[in-house]
């Protein structure tokens, strides 16, 4: 079990009595199972992100060994493991396509260097002849197949680069490696891939000792608290409550909503909680949408709040005056509305109110390039996406200046993940939404790498933060003169993404990694109100007497 408040948690379930034991990784950076494997001789191997080790869990003894680190600092997120005909355990990680393997019986690591060039997830199998087959991820998915003996390297079968193709390398029935691809289907043999017409299905998922399957029963709800067991050869099945103790789990975003109720969002596993200041109390309110990861941007209209989510820039819609039951008919509440296109994946912004419709800018999905713009019309129901708008950069900031019939769009260099970036800096421009045009693109004068938040001062004047190779700048925009009208150097680490907004005495108030300060435009003074090294890492909204935010799972107040 991932988290991010402690290291990840592996739990041991009798299925006769349902009794539970846990033991949890001592190292709080080994938050996430992203591999895992269990060996012939019944223990399990982990391979912990961001931490970058490989743990050996064995249920005979319930003892969790860290065995070391995996290929650090180039691999931090293991990928995938398989064992060899020798008992070799074969990690491929994200970060550099990094292959390397660990003997038990040595205790011992190799690095087998990167297995590609450019892309940065490496998936091994293990396959004919003592070959491994690495199934190479994002931006060009293909298989390198991979000799240990004599250091052979070859890409074997389709490279696909057409954008919206696809490819995935797995293990068959039969046991063999095959590759279903949208450039031809393969089986492997070795160092070479034999078209094929008819690909035969996946291995068979593991069972229990008597043949029984098991999965979370309450998997679609993301609870993770009760056990399916099904018989085999029956639809019979039977449910085990399934006890442990987590720390927390990491929250990705906060927001006042329509009823001056604080709601945010839980990563891994997407939780949607709502806060009520004036008692206090803390709600987990469940899933909102049909996305898994975490709630990236909220905006409120006409009394419902919006949230859109990743992965898939998933868009929902709650009104909190109405009863609380998530679906995607027409009557739920919140209700599933859909992806907001094809590409967006990461909606890092929102903004709600232009021509009616709520609009997002996002960081496109995996191995992509060019992040859109967005918008959702509620009463025609309908989507629509600038695709290109932003070339091979992202839509990463949203502002509105009503007064000019503009949005003001900050960007970011980055595409996808799993991609390098294709342009050098970030810039600001100006749509006009109802001519469907921009009408003014410019670079900072500074280089920056992402104009990471935005909000409008008065009817022409934008406030913003951007990131700089050495920390974070804020800047004053003014969109009748089209000019950056100042530029100042943050204080104490790096600006948060969207962390600034509006103060009730006029003042423009922010978080960086390191503080809390405010910006006073008339004077172009940055003051620092609080700071604390690495205290903040997602800001809230100001209410009342201060100012939320986040420390991993824990919502916090500042009060001055």
């Not at 074969?90 to 970060?95: A, L």
């Not at 990563?267 to 109390?281: C, K, N, V, Y």
């Not at 009863?323 to 296109?341: E, I, Q, V």
Request: aromatic fraction near 10%; hydrophobic fraction near 35%; include cysteine.
């Amino acid at each position: 079990m991932g988290q991010q408040a402690a290291g990840f948690t592996v739990v041991k379930i009798d299925p006769a009595t349902g009794t539970t034991s846990q033991v949890t990784s001592s190292d709080p950076t080994a938050n996430f199972p992203t591999g895992a494997l269990r060996t012939r001789d019944g223990r399990i191997y982990v391979g912990a992100a961001y931490a970058g080790h490989l743990y050996r869990y064995d249920p005979a003894t319930e003892r969790l060994d860290d065995l070391g680190a995996i290929n650090l600092p180039d691999d931090t997120f293991p990928c995938n493991m398989d064992e060899d005909a020798d008992g070799v355990i074969w990690i491929g990680c994200y970060g550099s396509a990094g292959l390397t393997s660990y003997d038990p019986a040595a205790d011992a690591f190799t690095r087998h260097g990167r297995m590609d060039e450019t892309d940065m997830y490496c998936y091994p199998h293990v396959g004919a002849g003592g070959t491994i087959a690495c199934h190479i991820r994002m931006t060009r998915p293909h298989v390198v197949v991979y000799d240990p003996a004599s250091g052979r390297r070859e890409t074997v079968g389709t490279v696909v680069t057409e954008d919206g193709g696809s490819l995935n390398l797995y293990r068959a029935g039969d046991g063999q490696l095959y590759i279903r691809s949208t450039a031809g289907d393969y089986r492997l043999n070795g160092f070479e891939a034999e078209p094929v017409d008819d690909l035969p299905d996946s291995a068979p998922p593991p069972t229990l000792s008597d043949g029984s399957t098991a999965d979370f029963a309450d998997r679609a709800i993301q609870m993770f608290r009760e056990m399916a067991i099904t018989q085999p050869g029956s639809n019979r099945m039977r449910t085990l409550p399934v006890a442990y103790e987590s720390s927390g789990s990491e929250i990705f975003l906060v927001h006042r909503g329509p009823d001056d109720n604080l709601y945010g969002s839980s990563i891994l596993p997407l939780h949607f909680f709502r806060h009520d200041p004036s008692t206090g109390a803390m709600d987990d309110l469940g899933i909102c949408t049909t996305a898994t990861g975490e709630a990236y941007s909220m905006a409120n209209m006409d009394g419902k709040l919006y949230i859109c989510s990743y992965p898939g820039a998933v868009l929902s819609v709650y009104d909190p005056a109405r009863p609380y039951h998530f679906g995607k008919d027409t009557g739920s509440n919140p209700r599933d509305l859909g992806r907001m296109d094809e590409i967006s994946y990461r909606p890092r912004s929102m903004v709600a109110g232009p021509l009616g419709r709520v609009w997002t800018a996002s960081v496109p999905n995996y191995g992509m390039w060019g992040g859109p713009l967005s918008w959702y019309d509620p009463v025609a129901d309908a989507f629509g996406t600038y695709r290109d708008i932003a070339g091979d950069a992202s839509c990463w900031s949203l502002a509105w200046l009503e007064a000019h019939g503009l949005l003001a769009v900050g960007t970011t260099i980055d595409g996808g993940t799993g991609t390098q970036p294709r342009v050098d800096q970030a810039s600001l421009f100006l749509w006009d939404y109802e001519k469907e045009e921009k009408v003014w693109e410019g670079r900072l004068p500074v280089e920056v790498t992402a104009v990471n938040a935005l909000v409008v001062m008065d009817g022409s004047l934008l406030c913003g933060t951007a990131r700089v190779e050495s920390g974070s700048i804020l800047f004053v925009f003014d969109a009748d003169d089209r000019r950056f009208v100042h530029l100042a150097s943050l204080p104490g680490g790096r600006a948060l993404d969207g962390g600034i907004q509006n103060g009730p005495d006029g003042g423009i108030y922010g978080f960086t990694t390191d503080c809390f300060y405010r910006f006073d435009s008339a004077a172009g003074v940055v003051t620092t109100i609080l700071e604390a090294p690495t205290a903040f890492q997602t800001p809230g909204p100001m209410y009342g007497d201060g100012v939320y935010f986040t420390k991993k799972h824990e919502l916090k107040k500042l009060v001055f």
